[in-house]
C-alpha cells in the first residue's frame, strides 16, 4: 500500500464489519428460530436474509439475529424487521419472499403489506 | 454475510482461564452446525473485567457471557448461535432483565458506566492480530494525516497542547519531550523509544494494551519519528509478556506487508522501522537509561542524568522513550485534535488514566478513567466495592515508587500533583486495594522486600540503604522493635532519597514513608505493644483456645501439623505456644469458634 486512498479503501471496507460490535444499525431483522420456526422453514429464509444483504450491500446497515418461538406459530416462519420504533412482522416467508423484502423494505422503505400480519 | 461476531477475550487473564480452548471448541461446535458462514470467531484483547473470565461476547445482541467453560460452548452454540435464546445462567449478571432476554448494553452497568476508554478504546473491540480490523477503526489515519497534512513542528505542538503527561510514572509532559529531542531534524541519527518493561506488581495496563491494540502503539511511535526527525525505534517490553510479543511481532509484520512501516511510507519519503528487544525481567530496566543500556547489550543498569537522553540517549544518539499508554494517546490527539483530549482531566493532568484495579476489591480487572474521577468512584463504584462486608482500609498507587491513600483521603480526585501532594503517586497505574485485615508495616516490607531484590548494585545509598531499611522492618515485625527505629527509619529514607543515583533507589522509601506517615499508630501498635492490629504478622500473633466454648471433639488437635494441641476427648483443649507455628489449621477446622487470633 502506497497510497492514502488505499487505506481509506480498506478502512470503508472493514468498517462495515467491524461496526457490527457497535450494537447499533439502521435496520435489525429477527427471525423466529424455534422448533417451530425450524421446522417451517426459517433456516432457508435466514440464509436468503443474509445471502440478499450481502448481495445489495448492506452489510453494516443491517442487522440479523435470531429469537426463541414468537407465539404464532401457525405462521412461521416469521421474522420482525425493527427501524427506530417501527416493528413490522412478516409471515409464512418464504427464500423469494424475503428477497423480495430486503428489496422493497430495507432498500426502498416501501413495507409489503401483502406479507405483513396485518393482512390475516 | 457474517450476522454474528463472537469476542472472546485472548488477553493474558482470560488465556490463563481458558479461553484458547474455548475458541477451539466454539469453532469446532459452530463448524458442526453449519453456520460457518453467518458466525465470525474473533480473538481480542482485555475487556477489563478480569475477574469474570474467561469472556466471551456476542454481536450483535451484546451479550455478555461470563466465566464461560469449555461444557458451555455446546450449549451456547445450539441454544443462542442457533435458535437466538440466550443462555441466562451464563449472562454476566449486570446486564440481566428480568422478563426478557433483550440484555442490557454493557456501557450501562456499574463497571462500565463511569469508564472513558481512549487508549484502551480498541481492547475487546478488535482483533489484535488483523490489521485490516484496526485499519477499519481509523488505524493508521493518523499517521498519513500528519504525513502528508502537518509539518513535525505542528505534530509537536500539537502534543504539547493536549497537555499530555507521561503515562509510565513521572509525568513529565510529553510534548515537552518531543520539543527536546527535535533539533538538527535530519542530520544526526535519532531514535524512538517505546517502555514496555512494566514491572510494577499489580500492574498490566500495558501488557493488555499491548495484546489488545498492538499497532496504536506502532502508529504512534512512527508519528513521534516523523516529530522529532528519527526512522528508527525499539519496544523494550518483557519477556514474561509472550503474548504481547507474539501479537507486537504479527502487528510489525502486518504493518510492514501494508507499507505502514518501512521505506517511503504513503509515498513521502518518510522512512520508520521497529524492532523488538526483550527483557529478561529486571525491575530496574523500567528506569529510562538503564532501558537504553539493556537495549545497547549492556548489562541494565542505570546512568546519571544529565545528559538526557533527549540529548545522548540511546548508542548515544538523541532518543525519546515514552511508555505504551502515552503512545495509545496519541493516534485521538491526532485526529480528534489537542482541545478535545484538554477538555478531559484536571487543570494539570489532562485525558485519561488506565488503572490495574487489584487487591481486596469485587471487580478486578483495568479500568480507564477521566484525570480526578475520586478514589471512592474506582473502588466503590467501578471496582464493586471490598468484598465478604469488609471495610476499606488504603489503597496503594504507583507500585513500590509509591505510597497508601488511607481512608480518610478517599475523597481525593486522582490526578499527578494531587497523589503526590498526599504522599503516593500515579505511577504507572497500579491501584491495590486493601481492607481491614491488611497489616501497613506488612505491605511496607513487601514493597521494600521487591526493591531490595531489585536494586541493580550499582548506587550505594539503594544497595545497602533498601537492605538496611528492610532489616529494621524485619526487626519490628518480629516483635523486636524499638520506638527509635521508626525515627531511624525516617532519617534513612531521607539519604536514600537524596543519594541514589536513579528512580528506583530515589522512590523506594516512599512506601514505607507514607504508611509511617499516615498509619504511625500500627507501626507504635507494633513497636510499643508487640501486637499486629490487623493480625497479620506472626511473631506478634499467638493463639488460644476459648475453654467455654471447647467442647473438646479433638479435631484441631488431629488436624494440627505440629500437633501442639492436646487435650483429652469432651475436655477443653489447650495450645502449646512453644510448638505452635501459626498456622490457622485449627481456626479453619474448629466448628464451634474456640480458636482465637490474638
Known sequence: MKTLAELSAIRERMKNKVAL????????????????????????????????????????QVHVSQTGCIGLCQYEPIFEVFHGDEKTTYVKMTPEKAKEVIEAHILNGKVLTDYTIGEL | MIRSHVLICGG????????VNIRTSLENEIANAGLTQEIKVVQTGCFGLCELGPIMIVYPEGTFYSRVTVEDVPEIVSEHLL????????????????????????????????????????????????????????????????LTEMTPDQVIQTVLDSGLRGRGGGGFPTGLKWKFASGNRGNVQKYVCCNADEGDPGAFMDRSILEGDPHTVLEAMAIAGYAIG???????????YPIAIHRLEVAIKQAHEYG??????????????????????????????????????????????PPFPAVKGLFGKPTILNNVETYANITQIILNGPQWFASMGTEKSKGTKVFALGGKIKHTGLVEVPMGTTLREVVEEIGGGIPNGKKFKAAQTGGPSGGCIPASLI????????????????????????????????????????????????????????????????????????????????????????????????????????????????????????????????????????????????????????????????????????????????????????????
Open chain 1, 21 to 60: 460490535r457497535e450494537g447499533e444499525s439502521n435496520y435489525r431483522i429477527v427471525v423466529g428460530m424455534a422448533t417451530c420456526g425450524i421446522a417451517a422453514g426459517a433456516r432457508p429464509v435466514m440464509n436468503a436474509l443474509l445471502e440478499e444483504i450481502t448481495a445489495k450491500g448492506l452489510e453494516g
Open chain 2, 12 to 19: 493474558t487473564g482470560c488465556s490463563a482461564s481458558g479461553s
Open chain 2, 83 to 146: 435458535k437466538g435464546r440466550v443462555v441466562r445462567r451464563l449472562v454476566y449478571n449486570e446486564t440481566l432483565q428480568e422478563g426478557t432476554d433483550e440484555v442490557k448494553s454493557l456501557s450501562e452497568t456499574s463497571f462500565y458506566k463511569k469508564q472513558k476508554r481512549i487508549a484502551l478504546r480498541n481492547c475487546g473491540v478488535i482483533d489484535p492480530e488483523n490489521i485490516e480490523e484496526y485499519i477499519g477503526v481509523d488505524g493508521y489515519q493518523a499517521l498519513g494525516k500528519v
Open chain 2, 230 to 240: 528519527a526512522n528508527e525505534g525499539y519496544i523494550y517490553v518483557r519477556a514474561e
Open chain 2, 260 to 305: 505502514l512501516l518501512g521505506d517511503n511510507i504513503f509515498g513521502t519519503g518518510f522512512n520508520f522501522d521497529i524492532k523488538l528487544r526483550l527483557g529478561a525481567g529486571a525491575f530496574v530496566c523500567g528506569e529510562e537509561t538503564a532501558l537504553m543500556t539493556s537495549i545497547e547489550g549492556n548489562r541494565g543498569e542505570p546512568r546519571p542524568r
Open chain 2, 411 to 598: 475523597d481525593t480526585p486522582i490526578d499527578y500533583d494531587n497523589l503526590v501532594a498526599i504522599g503516593s503517586m500515579m505511577g504507572s497505574g497500579g491501584l491495590i486495594v486493601m481492607d481491614e485485615d491488611t497489616c501497613m508495616v506488612d505491605i511496607a516490607r513487601f514493597f521494600l522486600d521487591f526493591t531490595v531484590d531489585e536494586s541493580c548494585g550499582k548506587c550505594t545509598p539503594c544497595r545497602i540503604g533498601t537492605k538496611r531499611l528492610l532489616e529494621i522492618l524485619d526487626k519490628i515485625i518480629a516483635g523486636k522493635g524499638e520506638l527509635s527505629d521508626l525515627d531511624e527509619m525516617e532519617e534513612l529514607a531521607k539519604y536514600i532519597k537524596s543519594a541514589s543515583l536513579c528512580g528506583l533507589g530515589q522512590t523506594a522509601p516512599n512506601p514505607v514513608l507514607s504508611t509511617l506517615n499516615r498509619f504511625r499508630d500500627e507501626y507504635i501498635a507494633h513497636v510499643v505493644d508487640k501486637k499486629c492490629p490487623a493480625g497479620v504478622c506472626k511473631s506478634l500473633l499467638h493463639y488460644e483456645i476459648i475453654a467455654d466454648k471447647c467442647k473438646g471433639c479433638t479435631l484441631c488437635a488431629r488436624k494440627c501439623p505440629v500437633a501442639a494441641i492436646s487435650g483429652s476427648v469432651k475436655e477443653a483443649h489447650t495450645i502449646d505456644v512453644s510448638k505452635c507455628i501459626k498456622c490457622g489449621v485449627c481456626i479453619s477446622n474448629c466448628k464451634f469458634g474456640a480458636i482465637v487470633k490474638k
